[in-house]
């Protein structure tokens, strides 16, 4: 039982966190750097913004590797792969006609945004399944260097912000409300839903008896 409640975080987790930050795109006030980088690269090269969440993810996982001196998490491709094909599912299906008009609006879907990824994050993180390469170099530069959760998702977010600007991606004050609140947004739900699971997993296993 307890497997089916990490699965469940697991695939749960992805579905909000892919969502959080399609609403971001969306709003157009400028995105997370990663997804800038992504946005930029389908610009400039073409291919869809999912595939090359998939190829940053690649590379990434050897980054990692390096990072932590492990051998490459491959797996952790399987998790890229399905967050890529949602990114292409929210953007290319769900919200392919929809446009945001006006400044208040887009404001609010970029906040709303925000914390749909938090929690998103915080969600799917607990499931200790193979984490996406880009959360797997937030937790080896928090594990290199012994700085917390939310410095270590900031600086992993600045690591992108560099190329995306560089190729001219849509960056914004939205990113760098992004870029500096998502690490903290994290922070602060990660707790409840690591108690979340542990009380589900708990009853799950006193039912037994």
Same mark, same amino acid.
């Given at each position: 039982?307890?497997?089916?409640?990490?699965?469940?975080?697991?695939?749960?987790?992805?579905?909000?966190?892919?969502?959080g930050?399609?609403?971001?795109?969306? #709003?157009?006030?400028?995105?997370?750097?990663?997804?800038?980088?992504?946005?930029?690269?389908?610009?400039?090269?073409?291919?869809?913004?999912?595939?090359?969440?998939i190829?940053?993810?690649?590379?990434?996982?050897?980054?990692? #590797?390096?990072?932590?001196k492990?051998?490459?998490e491959?797996?952790?491709?399987?998790?890229?792969?399905?967050?890529?094909?949602?990114?292409?599912?929210?953007?290319?299906?769900?919200?392919?006609?929809w446009?945001?008009?006006?400044?208040?609006?887009?404001?609010?879907?970029?906040v709303?945004?925000?914390?749909?990824?938090?929690?998103?994050?915080?969600?799917?993180?607990?499931?200790?399944?193979?984490?996406?390469p880009?959360?797997?170099?937030?937790? #080896?530069?928090?594990?290199?260097?012994?700085?917390?959760l939310?410095? #270590?998702?900031?600086?992993?977010?600045?690591?992108?912000?560099?190329p995306?600007?560089?190729?001219?991606?849509?960056?914004?004050?939205?990113?760098?409300?992004?870029?500096?609140?998502?690490?903290?947004?994290?922070?602060?739900?990660?707790?409840?839903?690591?108690?979340?699971?542990h009380?589900?997993?708990?009853?799950?296993?006193?039912?037994k008896?």
């Amino acid at each position: 039982m307890a497997l089916f409640y990490r699965s469940l975080f697991f695939i749960l987790g992805l579905f909000i966190l892919t969502f959080g930050v399609c609403l971001t795109i969306k #709003a157009e006030l400028g995105v997370g750097a990663w997804d800038a980088l992504n946005v930029a690269l389908t610009e400039w090269i073409g291919l869809t913004i999912g595939t090359w969440v998939i190829i940053d993810g690649a590379v990434l996982i050897f980054v990692n #590797a390096f990072l932590l001196k492990r051998k490459p998490e491959i797996l952790s491709l399987l998790t890229i792969i399905f967050i890529g094909s949602l990114v292409d599912f929210w953007i290319l299906i769900v919200f392919e006609s929809w446009e945001v008009a006006g400044l208040f609006i887009q404001l609010v879907t970029l906040v709303l945004g925000l914390f749909i990824i938090g929690i998103g994050a915080a969600i799917y993180l607990q499931a200790k399944f193979p984490s996406s390469p880009i959360d797997s170099f937030m937790l #080896a530069i928090q594990k290199r260097f012994g700085v917390s959760l939310m410095t #270590a998702k900031t600086i992993g977010e600045i690591v992108a912000l560099i190329p995306a600007l560089l190729l001219k991606g849509p960056i914004g004050f939205g990113t760098i409300i992004i870029t500096f609140l998502i690490g903290p947004f994290i922070q602060l739900c990660f707790p409840y839903f690591e108690k979340l699971l542990h009380r589900l997993t708990e009853r799950s296993y006193q039912g037994k008896y």
